[in-house]
């Protein structure tokens, strides 16, 4: 078809309101989607500490930094509850980085617990293959205590109803019963205790429940283990706070004045914290020999020391102190197992290359966790840092703890992500309390005397020996199997 010049001027005259028209529609649009995004920031009420959490903390510490900064600037915070938004921004690898709120910050911290029944369950599975629902370990004061329940004793029914591992099996039907009942309170247990009596019992959880790190510091004399010489020290440490050095200055004073040389410390459940306790436990540990010189180095990312000297390597060498009450050991034994986690490892990590094979690990393989956090606070003004310090936390409503730095000791050698191996494996023995009949302790104690390690014969109390397969749903779930599992945090921060 063939259309003359009029024509199509007429034809483009007829188009160009249409034009018009049509270029107007995007700009509309544009605006309600902006007035839209901005009612949606409006009705989020933790949308400014997303955007501080990302601009201010995840844009400037985080350990992955450069891999993720593009990706997250797109994200838009109204789109996730706080928590997912933090889980949003981790790098693909990152199993390690997490947060909560003030509630449980300050319950960490303090060591104050609210509605709990002061106790720590877990099972026999690997090598026994028992699926019984054991006490790992019991806080003193818990609502458990009076009734005999100990380390060892398994719970063998709730809220009246059966839940026992025996002929029967541990269904999942079990596991349910157990699942659904356990946070009620008041609530009706049976136990099967450590000296095999059975007990019922209603009990109420504890309102509060203030603990320490210390949960056992005990001295093993040459009466209570064949062969035994000397005094050796049992250290049961449960977690590195803070605000509980003077848990580690007890415990260690109790040692030395009993002349300890040989020391035991069970790790096992420990999944690191704040890098001020593991320094002082460092200066009972280390030799003489070792003081003034490295543990650990802190290894940042190139922006953030680019931005601050503070933060280069040379900067974050943490050096073992002068303590004039340091033990002067001649060998010590980690107890290690799953749990063990972060500034645990680090320990350990650090002391090696002062102490060679007067070093050993017992128990099972540690979690493996190379890096370490910086405790961001949400308020995070200078003035909120301050009074945070002053452990005035009226404000406080989020802690961040992003992956912000690598830890390596001074042969420049990483904790494995895939965790320690132990000198000598042992599984978790939930049938008998911390004493020298304990698999570990015990294993330590006999490697002291002969110079090795007495070999494993616990009976598996299902399966055919070794190593017993996992049935699919039956496990409970424990602390360290939560991915964000152990910390090593250091309250340093320039403002």
């Known amino acids: ?87 949003a921004m981790l790098y693909k690898d990152d199993r390690w980085s997490w947060m909560c709120d003030k509630e449980y910050y300050i319950s960490d911290e303090t060591g104050v617990y609210t509605g709990t029944w002061g106790v720590s369950l877990g099972q026999a599975v690997e090598y026994y293959g028992d699926y019984g629902i054991r006490v790992r370990f019991i806080y003193p004061g818990s609502p458990f205590e009076r009734f005999g329940v100990t380390r060892g004793a398994v719970m063998t029914g709730i809220a009246g109803k059966n839940i026992a591992d025996d002929e029967t099996g541990f269904s999942s039907d079990k596991l349910k019963i157990f699942q659904d009942n356990y946070d009620k309170s008041p609530q009706t247990f049976t136990f099967r205790l450590a000296d095999g009596r059975d007990t019922t019992f209603t009990a109420s959880k504890a309102t509060t429940l203030s603990t320490h790190t210390n949960l056992i510091t005990r001295i093993i004399r040459p009466e209570d283990f064949p062969g035994l010489t000397a005094p050796v020290g049992y250290f049961n440490y449960l977690a590195f706070k803070a605000n509980f050095l003077g848990d580690i200055d007890e415990s260690m004073s109790m040692f030395r004045s009993n002349g300890v040389r040989s020391l ?166 939930l049938f008998h309390d911390f004493g020298v009949e304990e698999e570990s302790i015990k294993a330590c104690l006999t490697h002291l005397v002969t110079g090795a390690y007495p070999a494993f014969t616990a009976t598996p109390r299902r399966g055919n020996g070794t190593k017993v397969a996992v049935r699919p749903g039956l496990r409970m779930e424990v602390a360290e199997d939560d991915p964000h599992y152990g910390r090593y945090t250091v309250k340093k921060r320039d403002f």
Not at 28 to 53: G, H, N, P, S, V
Not at 264 to 270: A, C, E, G, K
Not at 302 to 319: I, P, V, W
Not at 379 to 390: F, I, Q, T, V
């Open 264 to 429: 035991i410390v069970d790790l096992r459940y420990n999944g690191g914290g704040d890098s001020r306790a593991s320094d002082t436990l460092m200066t009972y540990l280390a030799p003489r020999s070792a003081v003034g010189k490295p543990y650990v180095v802190r290894k940042h990312n190139s922006y953030l020391a680019s931005l601050d000297k503070s933060f280069q390597d040379e900067n974050n060498t943490e050096l073992v102190g002068s303590n004039a009450a340091a033990l002067d050991l001649d060998r010590i034994y980690f107890i290690t197992g799953a749990g063990t986690a972060s500034a645990s490892e680090m320990v350990m990590n650090g002391l090696k290359p002062y102490v060679g094979d007067k070093l050993q690990m017992v128990g099972d393989t540690t979690y493996g966790k190379p890096n370490g956090m910086y405790v961001l606070m949400y308020p995070g003004s200078n003035s909120d840092y301050e009074a945070y310090l002053k452990e005035d936390f009226s404000k406080l409503k989020w802690v961040f703890l992003p992956i912000a730095f690598f830890n390596q000791n001074s042969r420049g050698e990483s904790i494995p992500v895939d965790g320690f191996i132990p000198d000598c494996y042992r599984p978790d023995d």
């Open 1 to 87: 078809m063939k259309v003359n010049c009029k024509a199509r001027m007429a034809l483009l005259l007829l188009s160009l309101p249409l034009l018009l028209m049509l270029q107007g529609c995007p700009d509309d649009e544009e605006k309600k989607e902006k007035e839209l995004e901005q009612e949606k920031i409006k009705a989020d009420a933790d949308y400014d500490a997303k955007a501080f959490l990302r601009t201010q903390y995840m844009d400037v510490y985080y350990w992955w930094r450069d891999d993720v900064i593009d990706r997250n600037a797109a994200l838009k915070p109204y789109d996730y509850d706080i928590y997912g938004f933090f889980d």
